[in-house]
């Protein structure tokens, strides 16, 4: 069964801190697509990135950078440097291709505080 | 103007009356769903449909109904309401998967609905 754990409810760091964020997923299929989105005070939900299990490779934009190790089935977001702005409810998400992608599964959410 | 349009973006409304939310998109996606955002829980799934004749039940929808009443508009419907559906409502689209796998959702800027 798909499931998404965000074990941390709320992280609350001190301006130009790095800060990670934790994901963990189970599945069964072997092809399957793992999301971050942003929610910030605002409400709306916004897109981060994208990655499916065969790419490994972390990626870096900007100040984030994402860890996938199917390993330990986490994909880790990190911020460097975290901004005010940073502040927001961060979303792991997993789509399994099996499904035809129609079911997502989103974790319960992290809530980060930064402290100007 | 936004790519996916909720409307309305607050209702306060008494238990038992029949509430309509309505989303519109502009981003010419085929999918859509309806979630439901309930603290500590992340997204849940109400519904989903990816065409205009297709519709199919989420994890949730149990109390809710849609319609789909073209490829750009997706309403969401609660025949009698009652407070346990007091939530933020969120409105997603996304393209059908291509060369690249599951494309990411697109959210609306969320309905946030009372019912006392």
């Known amino acids: 069964a798909q499931k998404v754990t965000q074990a941390q409810t709320e992280i609350s760091v001190v301006e130009k801190e790095d800060v990670t964020l934790d994901c963990v997923y189970e599945?069964?299929?072997?092809?399957?697509?793992l999301f971050w989105y942003k929610q910030p005070p605002s409400g709306e939900l916004v897109f981060l990135i994208r990655?499916?299990?065969?790419?490994?490779q972390n990626e870096i934009s900007g100040r984030y950078s994402w860890n996938f190790q199917k390993s330990t089935s986490s994909f880790n977001f990190t911020i460097t440097a975290s901004q005010v702005v940073d502040s927001a409810v961060y979303f792991c998400?997993?789509?399994?291709?099996?499904?035809?992608?129609?079911?997502?599964?989103f974790g319960a959410g992290t809530r980060l505080f930064v402290k100007a | 103007d936004a790519d996916v349009t909720q409307t309305p973006r607050n209702r306060i409304t008494k238990t038992g009356k029949r509430i309509m939310l309505e989303c519109s998109q502009t981003?010419?996606?085929?999918?859509m769903y309806w979630y439901r955002q309930d603290p500590g829980l992340g997204l849940r799934l109400i519904y989903y449909?990816?065409?205009?004749?297709?519709?199919n039940k989420g994890e949730i929808s149990d109390g809710y109904s849609v319609s789909r009443q073209a490829q750009a508009k997706f309403s969401l419907s609660l025949e009698s309401a009652i407070p346990n559906q007091t939530a933020l409502y969120f409105c997603?689209?996304?393209?059908?998967?291509?060369?690249?796998?599951?494309?990411?959702?697109?959210f609306g800027d969320g309905t946030r609905l009372s019912i006392l």
């Open positions: 998400a997993l789509s399994e291709a099996g499904t035809g992608g129609f079911k997502t599964i």
């Open positions: 990655r499916n299990s065969f790419d490994e």
């Open positions: 449909s990816f065409d205009v004749k297709d519709i």
């Open positions: 981003k010419g996606h085929d999918r």
């Open positions: 997603a689209t996304s393209d059908t998967p291509g060369a690249g796998g599951i494309e990411p959702q697109h």
């Open positions: 599945t069964r299929d072997t092809t399957y697509y």
